[in-house]
C-alpha cells in the first residue's frame, strides 16, 4: 500500500467563475501544495466542497490530480456520504482512475448506530483493494465514532488509520494507544496537532496547509526530533491563524485567504458564500502576520 505521509491537506476545490469545476488550477494547486510540504492529498472532502459535487466531477477531479502529482503525493479520494450503495460505487470507481487511498467519512444526518458504522465500513473497505482512512468528524456529523468502533474497524487489513477531529482527547488518545501495529492516527485538526503528536498520532490531515505547508511540517518535524519546546513555540505561533480558519464555515476563510494570498481558487458553490466584511475585517490582520508557503 501508498503510504499516505505525515502532513496530509485537505485540498480546496478551484471553480470558475460559472461555478464549474477549474480542473486546470486543481492541478495547479496541487502542484504548489506538493512544493510546499504536503505528502498527501485529500480530493473531495470537506474542504472540498465535496456535498455541492457531483459523483463525475469527483471521479474527473481524483483522475486530473492523481495524473498531475504522480507518485509525488498521495492521493486520498473522499468517496463516501450518508448513501451507501453510492459511497460503494464511487469507491469502486475511484480506485479504477488511480487513487492511491479512499477517505471513509462517518455518515451524517443518518445517525446510525456504531454496529451500523462498522458494517458500513467494513463492506466498503471490502469492496476495493485500496487503503482506507477512517474519518470520525462529530461536529458535521452529529455522531461520534467510539474509539470501541474505530479499534474494530483497525482490524480490517486496509483500514489503515483514522482522521480524528472530535477533540476528545482522551478518545484518540485510546485509539493511539490501542490499535495495533500499523494502524496511524491523524488529527483532524490544526490546532490538535501538536498534543495529538505528543502522545503518538501520526500527522495531520490539515486546512491551514493549504496555505501554510512549509511550516506545519517544521512543527511536525521538531516533535519527531524530540524538540518539543521548539514545537509547542511554532503551534503557538501558528494557533491565532488556525483558529482564524474555522470562525466562519469551512472552508470559506481557507479558499478566502488563497485567494487572497495570490492564487486563483475561484468563488463557493452554495449554500457557502463569500465572508461578510465584518469577518474580512477581523481575519485579515491575523493573516498578515504570516508569511505564505504557497508558491504563487
Known amino acids: 500500500m501508498v503510504e499516505f505521509g505525515r502532513l496530509l491537506t485537505a485540498m480546496i476545490t478551484p471553480f470558475h467563475e460559472d461555478g464549474s469545476i477549474d480542473y486546470l488550477q486543481a492541478r495547479k494547486l ?95 473497505a471490502k469492496a476495493t483493494k485500496l487503503p482506507g482512512l477512517l474519518y470520525n468528524v462529530p461536529s458535521r456529523t452529529a455522531l461520534n465514532m467510539t474509539a470501541e468502533t474505530t479499534l474494530r474497524l483497525a482490524e480490517i487489513d486496509n483500514i489503515i488509520g483514522v482522521k480524528e477531529a472530535s477533540s476528545d482527547y482522551t478518545q484518540i488518545t485510546n485509539i493511539i494507544d490501542k490499535s495495533p501495529d500499523g494502524f496511524k492516527v491523524w488529527s483532524g485538526n490544526d490546532d490538535e496537532t501538536f498534543p495529538i503528536m505528543c502522545v503518538g498520532g501520526y500527522g495531520v490531515v490539515s486546512v491551514a496547509s493549504n496555505l501554510y505547508g512549509t511550516q506545519i511540517s517544521t512543527m511536525m518535524k521538531y516533535i519527531l526530533d524530540g524538540n518539543i519546546e521548539k514545537a509547542a513555540d511554532e503551534h503557538k505561533r501558528m494557533l491565532p491563524i488556525f483558529k482564524a480558519l474555522f470562525w466562519v464555515t469551512n472552508p470559506i476563510p481557507i479558499k478566502y485567504a488563497v485567494n487572497r494570498a495570490g492564487f486563483n481558487a475561484g468563488s463557493y458553490r452554495l449554500p457557502l458564500c463569500t465572508p461578510d466584511n465584518i469577518f474580512l475585517k477581523d481575519f485579515n490582520p491575523v493573516m498578515d502576520t504570516y508569511d505564505v508557503d504557497l508558491p504563487v
Open 30 to 124: 496541487a502542484k504548489k501544495l506538493v512544493a510546499s510540504g504536503t505528502e498527501g492529498l485529500v480530493i473531495g472532502g470537506t474542504t472540498g466542497e465535496s456535498p455541492s459535487m457531483s459523483d463525475d466531477e469527483k471521479i474527473r477531479l481524483f483522475a486530473e490530480v492523481k495524473e498531475e502529482v504522480g507518485s509525488t503525493a498521495a492521493v486520498i479520494a473522499g468517496t463516501t456520504d450518508n448513501n451507501h450503495n453510492k459511497s460503494l460505487e464511487l469507491s469502486i470507481e475511484s480506485e479504477k482512475v488511480g487513487v492511491d487511498g479512499l477517505l471513509l467519512t462517518v455518515p451524517a444526518y443518518n445517525k446510525p448506530t456504531q454496529e451500523g458504522l462498522y458494517q458500513n465500513f467494513k463492506a466498503i
